[in-house]
């Protein structure tokens, strides 16, 4: 769905200059979108629909339901959403990347509301609750929220996970800046460990096209100036499948 998303956008620039900003005119916000994305496609997603996976549709088809099913997703999705919650207080505006609305808000708010056939409660998720409302009111989510929403009147009505009567705290989570590289003539800062396959093409396209950069060399395995990134990182993406062995990028202006 994120592909055919970002081909519909870059079909219709015009039509989603706000929605999905252009990576040559916002190119900082380009790319917190699909950072965004990305969470949602390889962490939120998964942790999430296991909830209604395990929860609803194994009970209804009658499929064995693991053991560790609903206790696991029960942590991860609390965790999940605790990171969304300090996303969302420290976006600096109503939605995730400030005062306007993008794509990455209504995938995520879809995915969210997904929780519904689960009956799961937001109880401790304020600025989640408000950020539901306020893309519920960007228009058209009632046209393609009818089926579902429908579906989940004829689902019980117990939650299938436990209210949770601690909230797990949000992650302090910085806002995020309006310009990453104000000024585009100075080299970029790219700390990599080039052991990794990432760094590494990273680089090596730098250096093919000709962006202007400085590599600052990073060893991954020793403890050092990058290691509140790597475990954030590691938190907020695709990388806690590999936790301890994956290795990232780090870009900053010179």
């Not at 053991?67 to 029960?74: A, K, S, V």
């Not at 969302?88 to 609305?101: E, P």
């Not at 989940?152 to 995020?176: D, F, G, N």
Request: with cysteine.
């Amino acid at each position: 769905s994120h592909a055919i998303l970002r081909y519909i956008a870059s079909t219709f620039p015009a039509k989603f200059a706000t929605l999905f900003p252009s990576a040559a005119s916002e190119p900082e916000l380009n790319a917190k979108v699909n950072q965004l994305l990305d969470w949602h496609q390889e962490r939120l997603r998964m942790d999430l629909d296991y909830v209604t996976n395990y929860g609803v549709f194994y009970p209804m088809l009658k499929f064995p339901v693991p053991d560790y099913g609903l206790e696991m997703q029960d942590t991860r999705t609390d965790r999940d959403l605790a990171h969304l919650e300090g996303m969302l207080q420290n976006s600096g505006g109503a939605f995730l990347t400030g005062d306007k609305a993008t794509v990455a808000d209504v995938s995520i708010a879809h995915q969210v509301h997904q929780l519904s056939l689960a009956r799961y409660v937001l109880a401790h998720q304020p600025a989640v609750v408000a950020w539901m409302a306020a893309v519920k009111k960007l228009g058209h989510w009632d046209d393609v929220a009818v089926k579902i929403d429908g579906f989940a009147a004829t689902l019980p009505k117990e939650p299938v996970l436990p209210v949770r009567k601690e909230p797990v705290p949000a992650p302090k989570i910085s806002a995020v800046p309006a310009a990453v590289v104000k000024d585009r003539s100075k080299p970029v800062k790219l700390y990599v460990d080039l052991v990794s396959a990432p760094c590494r093409q990273v680089v090596q396209k730098a250096i093919e096209v000709g962006v202007p950069h400085e590599i600052v060399p990073v060893d991954l395995t020793k403890k050092g100036k990058v290691e509140r990134e790597l475990r954030r990182a590691i938190s907020s993406t695709y990388m806690y499948f590999g936790a301890g062995a994956t290795t990232a990028v780090r870009v900053g202006p010179a």
